[in-house]
């Protein structure tokens, strides 16, 4: 097949323990999935879920055991850590039932959905889009992919963060307000999802700005850790 372009290689993250390597889809993220959070950016209750995306590309693949570079974004003075725990599917479908959707997922990682809150909040107060504030380059690292085979399904566990060593987040992912296997029945309504589709699935309490130099260190338990340093 001709193409006038070069098409681009598919973004691949590696599986923990593996020289395999999983491709990505699409990106969707869950918001405000935390009771905390949610009322830490002004909203309460158990609204229904609701999911933004970002694009494949703005995965950055932070191997085992390494700290990943992020460039400190354009246009933002006001850059954001979200600590979150992402599910990778390895089934898709439309229309899932909740008691059918763990079935779908094929491993969980540790992710970052970092975002440009200034330009976030002003795109909010005009009911604009949020693309600029959360779908920019490099906005979502991401560590290794561990599969449910080997971690089983996760349903409770510690998520944390820390910057520069200071611990700002801290919190149970049984805290979701939406779990997994909810948020991904919800979203195959809306979506038809596939395999290689990941899910940021919400982000706990203490979201907090970031500066150039800072190091972030997030985890959630068995799943190891994610450091990433704002270059």
């Known amino acids: 097949m001709d193409y006038v372009l070069p098409p681009q290689p598919p973004v691949a993250v590696p599986v923990a323990g593996s020289a395999a390597l999983f491709p990505v889809r699409r990106v969707y993220c869950v918001g405000r999935n935390y009771a905390e959070h949610a009322k830490e950016m002004g909203f309460t209750g158990r609204e229904d879920p609701f999911f933004f995306c970002k694009p494949a590309d703005a995965v950055l693949v932070v191997a085992d055991g390494e700290t990943g570079k992020m460039p400190y974004p354009s246009k933002t003075s006001n850059l954001h850590y979200e600590m979150e725990l992402v599910v990778v599917l390895g089934k898709g479908g439309r229309d899932i039932p909740v008691d059918q959707a763990n079935e779908c997922v094929w491993g969980y990682a540790l992710g970052l959905d970092m975002t440009r809150r200034d330009l976030q909040g002003e795109m909010k107060k005009q009911g604009r889009p949020w693309e600029i504030g959360k779908a920019f380059d490099q906005s979502a690292p991401l560590g290794p992919i561990h599969p449910r085979s080997v971690v089983g399904t996760l349903e409770k566990g510690a998520i944390w963060l820390d910057v520069n060593g200071e611990r700002k987040q801290s919190s149970d992912i049984s805290q979701m307000l939406w779990n ?16 290689g589709d990941i899910i940021f699935t919400g982000t706990p309490e203490g979201v907090g700005a970031v500066r150039q130099g800072d190091v972030i260190t997030g985890g959630v338990e068995g799943l190891g850790e994610l450091r990433v340093q704002i270059a």
């Open 180 to 195: 997994v296997p909810e948020s991904i029945s919800y979203l195959s309504g809306l979506f038809e999802l596939q395999p």
